[in-house]
């Protein structure tokens, strides 16, 4: 932290000013505050100020998400003000961040993830019913491909659009036209958003698997700049980061960005953590899928004091146990290569083509 970035109060004693960076859209500000708001909470002597900006993800509003092909479509312009010390912290949706994130930088706290399953939104002509009873043909908004994928496969009598913009231009699209009849979100944006009362049907895995990281929150910062490092640590949740390493490090071993049709569901169970992940071809017609589980319970009681700076998928988290961790990533990685000897680099390659010339 900068020396400058201290000041006087009114009654002459020193008090930090924390710089958070967030984006311009309402979620991503709620999200912000919510992390502000326990920042606070735990150190209430500390001053934190809120610098909002716009990303390329929030200009580009007529392109499918899937086709834009930049990474850090999310991220960029907010980890340049870190990189400039112009904010301290960045909160982010934990899977917009790719598996791994550009050097200097680091996930130090992923937050308690709340309801990760997506979510219908249906057009009010449609209230009351299911995508199962929707009618022949009807249109379903998303530019996931990971969830046009599942869905096309479990509700063929569906077609599926894409569908751009921030969650209100999403719901205004759906509200004021008739182009769809219903969309699919997140249920921990919504819920966010304040919208909970507009999800008429929660998706089951059987139905359609998250995406990795969905509906935890992260915040990133400067590798290097300890102190908050030491700070923002008390916000992550050991259930949370173990179940994210895993994911996350499966995706990293499949290569897959935020725009491939991967899929994962994960528990915490008995201190067992177990992974299923899937991958499919554009329809949903091919697809591989697999469970495999691994102990977080650390064998070696010694080394749960282990203070390693060691990033796991651009994780880090000290006071949680390295080996249990190191677990956590090679179960992703296994599970990943499993997937892979049952051919998923010719799913993913073919769907990423086909995607490509959409
Ligand atoms: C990523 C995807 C989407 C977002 C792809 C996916 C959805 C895109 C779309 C990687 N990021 O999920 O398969 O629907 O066209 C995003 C949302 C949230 C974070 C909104 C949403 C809020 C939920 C959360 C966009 N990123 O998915 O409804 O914090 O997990």
């Known amino acids: 932290m900068a020396v400058e970035a201290n000041s006087l109060d009114g009654n002459g004693k020193v008090c930090r000013i924390i710089r958070i960076g967030t984006r311009k859209s309402q979620l991503a500000r709620i999200q912000t505050d919510s992390v502000a708001d326990k920042l606070k909470?735990?150190?209430?002597?500390?001053?934190?100020?809120?610098?909002?900006?716009?990303t390329t993800g929030d200009k580009i509003l007529d392109t499918a998400l899937s086709k834009i092909g930049e990474k850090s479509l999310f991220t960029k312009e907010l980890e340049n003000a870190l990189e400039m010390n112009e904010v301290d912290l960045v909160v982010?949706?934990?899977?917009?961040?790719?598996?791994?994130?550009?050097?200097?930088?680091?996930?130090?706290?992923?937050?308690?993830?709340?309801?990760?399953n997506d979510a219908v939104v249906l057009h009010q002509k449609h209230v009351g019913r299911t995508l199962d009873t929707l009618p022949?043909?009807?249109?379903?908004?998303?530019?996931?491909?990971?969830?046009?994928?599942?869905?096309?496969?479990?509700?063929?009598?569906?077609?599926?659009?894409?569908?751009r913009g921030n969650l209100n231009t999403r719901l205004k699209k759906l509200d004021e036209k008739e182009d769809f009849a219903a969309i699919i979100l997140a249920a921990a944006g919504l819920r966010r958003m304040g919208w909970e009362n507009r999800i008429s049907q929660t998706l089951e895995p059987g139905d359609c698997m998250y995406a990795v990281g969905q509906g935890a929150l992260a915040v990133e910062v400067r590798a290097k700049?300890?102190?908050?490092?030491?700070?923002?640590?008390?916000?992550?949740?050991?259930?949370?980061?173990?179940?994210?390493?895993?994911?996350?490090?499966?995706?990293?071993?499949?290569?897959?960005?935020c725009s491939v049709p991967v899929a994962v569901h994960t528990e915490v169970k008995d201190s067992q953590l177990y992974l299923t992940g899937a991958v499919y071809s554009l329809d949903g017609s091919d697809s591989l899928k697999d469970t495999m589980q691994t102990s977080i319970t650390a064998a070696d009681k010694s080394l749960e004091e282990v203070d390693e700076?060691?990033?796991?998928?651009?994780?880090?988290?000290?006071?949680?146990?390295?080996?249990?961790?190191?677990r956590a990533e090679r179960l992703g990685v296994d599970l990943a290569d499993l997937l892979l000897s049952k051919g998923a680099k010719e799913i993913l390659m073919v769907a990423r083509q086909l995607n490509d010339t959409r």
């Open 41 to 54: 909470e735990l150190y209430p002597d500390v001053h934190l100020e809120i610098v909002a900006m716009s």
């Open 92 to 116: 982010h949706s934990l899977k917009d961040l790719p598996t791994a994130l550009p050097p200097g930088f680091t996930i130090g706290a992923v937050l308690k993830r709340e309801n990760p």
């Open 136 to 163: 022949e043909n009807s249109v379903i908004g998303t530019s996931s491909l990971r969830r046009a994928a599942q869905l096309k496969k479990r509700f063929p009598h569906l077609e599926f659009k894409d569908i």
């Open 225 to 257: 700049d300890t102190d908050i490092l030491e700070m923002v640590s008390v916000l992550h949740d050991p259930d949370t980061v173990l179940r994210c390493i895993a994911e996350r490090a499966f995706l990293k071993r499949l290569e897959g960005g």
């Open 309 to 326: 700076r060691v990033q796991r998928v651009g994780v880090t988290a000290t006071k949680i146990s390295g080996e249990v961790k190191a």
